[in-house]
């Protein structure tokens, strides 16, 4: 084929592919739909007058029609009345009669010209004399349009009465049809006409630059970074569309200018950021092959930044490179999965081993493929060897607590054990020396010898007391000491503490001239608890409000009902004190206040640590307040639980 002959092909399948390209445009649709509807609109709009016109110039041709129909219907009529020499005269009714059956003249009514009517035939029209005469109608089209009825004066017909006839208007409906669609398809042809008509002007002119301009935009938006390589032609044209593609092909050789230097100034970004940091960056494609490492990679022998782009992540398996689960982790990598802390050690230069630490997310491509892996790696030497310090520190201290803990619980088993062999000499040493002091030393040369005897049989009872706290301590501390709980009335606290008050410290309480202030409760309360553990507290209370009491102190006792219902016990004393550094040794087995203190007065220390772990058993609080040289007051309450009535002598919860 020769070139005349290829420029008419080419330039028609030009044409073709425009063509398509315009019709699978949505704006094309649009306008051309706007166009058509537009065109379509203003037909109808002048289609309407159209119709009424039509349907007026029916309805006058049908008038026309009947009034010559009865002009010459009633000339035998008419000749009759004047003597003309027709034929005898006939009823006007029956003339209208015959008429009606030949014409489209149905049927009337006739007037005499005064106005009175002289009769109807065929049809009885719906228009009156008395309608025209009242409201000039001349005609009327009934409701379904198929009789029009009109009304003829003498002076219109020569007739010597006024005919109001029926007119048949049936034929009228498929007149108005047939023209109702030769208007709709004539509407629609001239509107197709038309529209395809502008579609190609505007095509031509409008559309299909727009459309190219799309095309080159959504290039351009999915390649942002090389917009210079949508740049359209046609900025030749001397018109609006060619300025804008001029302004256009400027724009995205700018963005484009724009992009190359963000571009650049990003990475310079990253670069520096990289080699400032302490961490370092790395990446790798999507076959796991490393792409790039920053200058922070570690200084491995044989391993440099610029041998390990290139190589594969399997690198890592090296002579001077350790990593524990390497093959794990492969495995999440495969699956394109991330990682944290991956941790590897290597040998230095100095032969010394360093670790450090790798975390890693895949990224992918803007089609959602993956793309690789870009992590970062950081020296951990320093937390790694504190760490595994810390790690042997706390296993050193574990085991040492478990010795400790065997240690004291051979201590508390051994002295369980010995409790027996302890109690039995004693026993018999406090026994006899008793018995020494009522009977055999009672005359006064052998006095000097009963002191001796009081003196072992205090010794005795004061070893035997220590022995039995420690015992007590060795219990708790084994959680072998139990409660034998029982009903009692708080009363009997109160007794306890007055005997003991006046018989147990009572030299002492003489001795210092203690002013004690025993508890008054006028209510009964009632607790089920171990009285003998309660007892025991108290006596510890009272025996180191007594001991660490000034000359001329106060002691006071008392017991108080909380709101919520627990029971407080409240020993207060205005003794000595204890500093507020040292309140919290206090409680601990074998300790007092300080040790100067501890000289100048006897005990073991285990007085407040029993009591408070005797409170705790029944799930109490226990509370010391004290300032120094002020004196102390230590508290205790026990639970509402605790608590019972006596309802028709019977024990109930108290709650």
């Not at 398996?317 to 941790?343: A, P, S, W």
């Amino acid at each position: 084929m020769s070139k005349a002959e290829q420029a008419p092909a080419v330039k028609k399948t030009s044409v073709t592919n425009g063509f398509l390209a315009l019709s699978r445009s949505k704006l094309t649709t649009r306008i051309a739909i706007t166009i058509f509807m537009s065109i379509l609109i203003v037909e109808a709009v002048i289609l309407v007058p159209s119709y009424n016109n039509f349907k007026r110039d029916l309805l006058a041709r049908l008038a026309d029609t009947g009034q010559t129909a009865v002009i010459t219907g009633f000339q035998n009529h008419v000749r009759s009345i004047l003597g003309t020499g027709g034929a005898e005269q006939e009823n006007p009714l029956i003339t209208g009669e015959k008429i009606s059956r030949i014409t489209r003249f149905k049927g009337g009514t006739l007037y005499d010209e005064g106005g009175e009517k002289i009769g109807s035939f065929g049809e009885i029209p719906e228009l009156s004399l008395t309608d025209y005469m009242q409201n000039q109608e001349r005609a009327r089209l009934n409701s379904d349009e198929t009789r029009y009825d009109t009304v003829w004066l003498p002076q219109e017909t020569g007739l010597p009465f006024v005919v109001i006839s029926r007119l048949d208007a049936s034929w009228i409906a498929a007149e108005l049809t047939a023209f109702t669609w030769r208007i709709i398809g004539l509407v629609l042809l001239l509107s197709i006409s038309i529209s395809v008509v502008a579609l190609v002007f505007l095509g031509r002119m409008v559309l299909n630059p727009l459309l190219e301009l799309r095309s080159h935009l959504v290039r351009a938006q999915e390649d942002p970074g090389n917009t210079d390589r949508v740049a359209m032609s046609g900025s030749q044209i001397k018109n609006e569309f060619g300025e804008m593609v001029t302004a256009l092909n400027v724009l995205l050789s700018r963005v484009s200018d724009l992009r190359v230097a963000e571009r650049a100034m990003n990475e310079q970004r990253f670069t520096d950021f990289a080699n400032s940091a302490s961490d370092w960056f790395w990446e790798t494609d999507q076959d796991l092959n490393i792409t790039m490492v920053s200058d922070g990679f570690p200084d491995i022998p044989g391993v440099s930044t610029k041998d390990m782009v290139g190589k594969n992540w399997t690198a890592l398996k090296h002579d001077r490179i350790r990593v524990e689960n390497l093959d794990d982790y492969l495995v999440v990598m495969t699956q394109q999965g991330c990682f944290r802390d991956m941790e590897f050690s290597y040998i230095c230069k100095e032969d010394r081993q360093h670790y450090q630490s790798l975390s890693a997310n895949p990224y992918y491509n803007n089609d959602g493929s993956f793309a690789g892996y870009r992590g970062t790696g950081r020296d951990i030497s320093i937390s790694y060897i504190a760490e595994k310090k810390l790690r042997e520190a706390k296993m050193q201290a574990e085991k040492a607590q478990i010795v400790a803990e065997e240690a004291n619980k051979a201590k508390s088993q051994f002295l369980t054990n010995m409790s027996h062999e302890l109690r039995t000499p004693l026993n018999a040493i406090n026994g006899f020396s008793e018995v020494i002091i009522q009977t055999a030393l009672q005359k006064d040369e052998d006095k000097h010898y009963a002191d001796f005897a009081q003196d072992i049989y205090q010794s005795g009872n004061r070893l035997l007391e220590i022995l039995n706290d420690i015992l007590d301590l060795s219990r708790i501390e084994a959680d072998a000491m139990e409660l034998s709980e029982d009903a009692f009335d708080v009363k009997s606290l109160i007794t306890f503490c007055n005997k003991e008050m006046t018989g147990t410290f009572e030299k002492e309480v003489r001795k210092k001239d203690i002013r004690f202030i025993p508890a008054d409760l006028q209510d009964d309360i009632y607790l089920n608890a171990d009285a003998k553990k309660l007892k025991q507290v108290l006596r510890n209370l009272l025996s180191n409000a007594v001991k660490f009491n000034k000359e001329g102190g106060e002691m006071q006792f008392s017991i108080l009902e909380e709101e919520t219902g627990d029971i407080c016990f409240e020993v207060r004393d205005t003794g000595i004190g204890i500093a507020e550094k040292d309140l919290s040794g206090v409680l601990k087995p074998f300790q007092q206040a300080n040790g100067q203190i501890t000289r100048s007065h006897e005990g073991t220390g285990l007085g407040l640590a029993i009591s408070a772990a005797l409170i705790d058993l029944h799930e109490g609080g226990f509370i010391i307040e004290s300032q120094l040289g002020e004196g102390t007051t230590v508290k205790f309450s026990l639970p509402v639980t605790c608590r019972i009535k006596i309802e028709d002598g019977q024990m109930v919860a108290y709650a």
